[in-house]
């Protein structure tokens, strides 16, 4: 019996921490056990994080349960280290010297996530707060491309992006890349990613640090698109609830997130709802399969059933473009893509009545193109999921549209970068002295 | 947002602890936070169950990182309590005085398990090393009976069941009822079974323990039989494995081990693989749904498919009988028969990528009437799996019959209350004084 212990239990945090995209997939930074006193920095930084600008000293010392003494001399630290900062005086009704409330840096420690998709490249940088505060996407069809090249081209528009983060005052302390397939996160590889048309590509030797202009020892990490995308899910990870994130762009991919943290699974594989099986002996997918999600419910799948070619000649590409498409042909009557779309969230409902049955979960959040497209397909999925989902009658699922849309993944794989300083900021501490920065 | 963390977390034991199923669903014994001396306890206790009768007092100090004086007096404790053993001397090749053996005994606490399913009634009474060590099956359809007769069936053989165990000196301390369906297990509710046309269904007031002939503060609580079957897969729980445990009888049911424990779910529905979409304009479900599982891959589903009746007349029926005329009729070239165990495996297959697709899991354990047909479904089984889940190619899955067949529900049940006693062994300790017993 293979041992699933370290893998399985791996939170987004502490797995992506220890699991850096060196060429040879060696890892910089062994995990080690934290201090006690690193642990309690942590936890203090996550009541700050958490608060988003209103927590006090004394709130810190209340939520820890650390006593005021201590908890202050954490605060002093984490200040002195440029990971916190004192944003004003926090006005409350009761006697006394009015409390200062905290909040996180929002210069310095950053985080950069690059997305590799199938019809764009997209660059995300956070602050240590998790604010995107530079974005930009670039349209283009990626799939004639030797990956390679493509690689090369989101590389450089990651330098770009850290070029342009320094210009405001932030410093990107790491990078993850955002890509829709199986990777194996150990080995910095693209196991199948088959909208890209990759297969077994290793490509840590292209992920240099110092080429980004990060830190050399900085940790450059490989993730799935839909992982990242339903990082970007900030409050429901806050508040630790189980759910499944779908996310849809040319295919389908998924996040399961259970109690606030990613199942990642033996392999990091898990979430592969695009290759749920719609219909036993439906059209062939690049997967091996046969009637899978994506063949009914990808952005090409819907454009490909109300006839239209994909791209569509004479309409603007990318992100987004097709969703407004959709949209526009549905507010005009289109009955080939009123059908489309209605096939679409069928097959979805299907999918995600399957995921409800097998894993009990209250929570469905639909992003990608599903973000714009939610108000035409919300209803349809809904009405297939009651259908199909056994608790259905006593126990309706939430089924709701994401946060953010197709910009999540670029979003998440940022967030996932501070995500790291925030979870464990003795690194960073340690570090924190002014010839490194 | 609910909150899910309480009943996401529940582990096997531990939740079952607290959810007794008292007639208006109070909790007779609330969770506790056992003490660091009953911490200890049930480590020590833990490291003799796993250990088959093959640990000494000095292995369960080096296995608890507890010295020697502390682990043996723990052990003395347990002694006294009657919930261990020495069983002898272990013959070693180093020099000094042979350690003694520990075992769990074989005599005393004891738990009992029931099954209520749609073609028979079966107890089981375990040890407290989880060996059975009585067991009956009665073989009757259940289906045309008010359910209130079938829970006192159920409860008179649970009854004999507690009192031949009593004549070879063990003593039952709860008891776990196994339903084929939804079950809410904190108000002892069956909410749907659809093979037994129960649904919305208050057992808790059936369940008396004295009734039973257990001690009046027993446990009795209510699960799914899926579930509980996975509990007879013990090898594997001890090692922590994750896997996807099915059980197909009249239905189809499964349960979802993450790590060694059952992942119940928000509402303790998990595992439902029955109710996966197998054709999605399939034949119509008890549960609501079409096409689903059971419709191809149940018992029923197979004679179905084979041109035969259910029950077939001049055979014998309940348990095994249905896999026996599988067997004759497949191994006699029936051609309906071998068409209809082959769509069976096909769907199950198909039903596990979808399960592998999501979670990402090692191992898939078929038991149920799949243990006896094994060697005509696995390789089906496993074809439609390679075919249909992406990441085949790269880690194939694991796909095995289990250890125990179409007893393991109840098996399974029984273990679940000794389970209870190992994992808090405090309760037992304070209660051990010769007025009890």
């Given at each position: 019996v293979r041992e699933p212990l370290n893998q399985a239990r791996a939170t987004t945090g502490s797995s992506r921490r220890a699991l850096s995209a060196a060429p040879e997939g060696t890892v910089r930074r062994p995990a080690r056990r934290p201090s006690p006193r690193g642990e309690n920095l942590a936890r203090a930084l996550r009541c700050i994080a958490d608060g988003d600008g209103e927590v006090s000293r004394a709130d810190i010392s209340a939520r820890t349960a650390l006593n005021r003494s201590t908890s202050g001399s954490l605060v002093d630290e984490l200040i002195s280290a440029g990971l916190v900062r004192e944003v004003g005086i926090k006005v409350r009704s009761t006697a006394g010297r009015p409390p200062t409330s905290l909040a996180l840096v929002d210069a310095g420690p950053a985080g950069l996530g690059i997305e590799v998709n199938v019809d764009h490249l997209a660059t995300c940088v956070v602050d240590l707060a998790g604010n995107p505060r530079y974005r930009r996407v670039v349209t283009a069809d990626q799939r004639g491309r030797d990956p390679r090249d493509v690689l090369r081209s989101a590389m450089a528009l990651g330098a770009a992006a850290v070029h342009e983060a320094e210009e405001i005052g932030l410093e990107p302390q790491g990078m993850t890349l955002a890509v829709p397939g199986l990777v194996d996160v150990d080995r910095a590889r693209v196991v199948l990613a088959p909208n890209l048309g990759w297969h077994d590509l290793t490509v840590g030797a292209q992920l240099d640090p110092v080429e980004l202009g990060l830190p050399p020892d900085a940790v450059v990490t490989l993730e799935n698109e839909a992982n990242c995308a339903a990082l970007s899910e900030r409050r429901l990870l806050r508040s630790r609830t189980s759910f499944l994130y779908v996310h849809a762009g040319i295919g389908v991919g998924s996040a399961l997130v259970l109690r606030g943290e990613l199942h990642r699974g033996r392999n990091g594989w898990s979430g592969e709802v695009g290759h749920l099986t719609v219909e036993h002996d439906g059209p062939a997918c690049g997967c091996g399969?046969?009637?899978?999600l994506e063949q009914y419910a990808g952005q090409e799948a819907v454009l490909r059933a109300a006839g239209l070619p994909s791209p569509v000649p004479g309409t603007s590409t990318g992100p987004g473009a097709v969703s407004e498409l959709v949209k526009e042909r549905v507010d005009g009557g289109d009955p080939r893509m009123l059908e489309a779309v209605g096939r679409a969230g069928r097959a979805v409902g299907l999918a995600v009545a399957q995921a409800l049955n097998l894993l009990d979960i209250e929570l469905v959040v639909l992003g990608g193109i599903y973000y714009d497209l939610g108000p035409l397909i919300l209803p349809v999925v809904r009405a297939e999921v009651a259908s199909r989902y056994a608790g259905a009658r006593w126990a309706p699922p939430r089924i709701v549209t994401a946060v953010?849309?197709?910009?999540?993944p670029a979003l998440g794989a940022a967030r996932s970068v501070v995500q790291r300083i925030i979870d464990d900021p003795s690194d960073w501490l340690d570090a924190a002295d002014p010839h490194r920065r």
């Open positions: 399969g046969r009637g899978c953010h849309g197709l910009d999540a």
